[in-house]
């Protein structure tokens, strides 16, 4: 596979569009999925992570097409992070959401992703 020009790749496909009330630039993109493609920033820190992310947007995907699940963008987004934080707490590493139980960090989850994945 050719290398991809990551920040013109993030531009060209809308995620900037998209994004833009989160006030990210391109550079603000350690991975993204696109497709059955995820593009990664091998140079990031947390770049393990970002693929648990970006990977479950990928199964995600094979499961609505499958009919298995809802293509609901606050659903995949819950999932794509909840896993995330999962992992990033699992490696021992500081997770991006926290609270006292479960039920508070899935509450946490949420807010984030109504916040800023709501059109």
């Known amino acids: 596979m050719k290398?991809?020009?990551?920040?013109?790749?993030?531009?060209?496909l809308g995620f900037?569009?998209?994004?833009?009330?989160?006030g990210v630039s391109a550079n603000?993109?350690?991975?993204?999925q696109y497709g059955d493609m995820m593009v990664l920033r091998m140079n990031r820190r947390n770049v393990d992570a970002a693929a648990v992310h970006e990977g479950t947007h990928i199964l995600d995907s094979w499961r609505i097409q499958q009919g298995a699940m809802e293509?609901?963008?606050?659903?995949?987004?819950?999932n794509a992070f909840?896993?995330?934080?999962?992992?990033l707490k699992a490696?021992?590493?500081?997770?991006?959401f926290e609270?006292?139980?479960?039920?508070?960090?899935e509450r946490s989850i949420m807010r984030h992703v109504r916040k800023n994945y709501s059109e």
């Open 71 to 78: 293509n609901n963008a606050h659903l995949l987004e819950f």
């Open 3 to 12: 290398d991809v020009d990551f920040n013109a790749a993030i531009k060209d």
């Open 28 to 32: 603000d993109f350690g991975a993204f």
């Open 99 to 105: 609270g006292a139980d479960e039920a508070a960090v």
């Open 16 to 22: 900037l569009d998209k994004y833009k009330k989160m």
């Open 91 to 96: 490696t021992g590493r500081p997770a991006m």
């Open 82 to 87: 909840r896993n995330q934080n999962d992992y």
